[in-house]
Nanobody, 121 residues
Framework: QVQLAESGGGLVQPGGSLRLSCAAS????????MGWYRQAPGKQRELVAA???????NYADSVKGRFTISRDTAKMTVDLQMNSLKPEDTADYYC???????????????WGRGTQVTVSA
């Protein structure tokens, strides 16, 4: 069993900051890309930021310059530092990872349960 556990969501005023964290646990051989997605009410889930095992990052245009993704390979964690938050950043944020459970198995995509971020005055 593999689990992704998110933490760090909450209510913040516009212009404020939050840091989301996600920890992977369970029977894991290797973690490939990790990332954060978000889904606002009535909208489709979208990629916010992703980071490969080699450290290459990718950001949605809407968060470039404001959000920073980082990972700790040894601890199997991925964080999302969110600065200059805007009301339009309000959404449920989901951790995502591509994981191989065994050396001989193909990788699969795993999701966390999500953490809510609300940006409001």
């Amino acid at each position: 069993q593999v689990q992704l556990a998110e933490s760090g969501g909450g209510l913040v005023q516009p212009g404020g900051s939050l840091r989301l964290s996600c920890a992977a646990s369970g029977r894991i051989f290797r973690i490939y890309a990790m990332g954060w997605y978000r889904q606002a009410p009535g909208k489709q889930r979208e990629l916010v930021a992703a980071i490969t095992s080699g450290g290459t990052t990718n950001y949605a245009d809407s968060v470039k310059g404001r959000f920073t993704i980082s990972r700790d390979t040894a601890k199997m964690t991925v964080d999302l530092q969110m600065n200059s938050l805007k009301p339009e950043d309000t959404a449920d944020y989901y951790c995502n990872a591509r994981i191989a459970r065994y050396s001989y198995s193909a990788s699969a995509e795993y999701w966390g349960r999500g953490t809510q971020v609300t940006v409001s005055a």
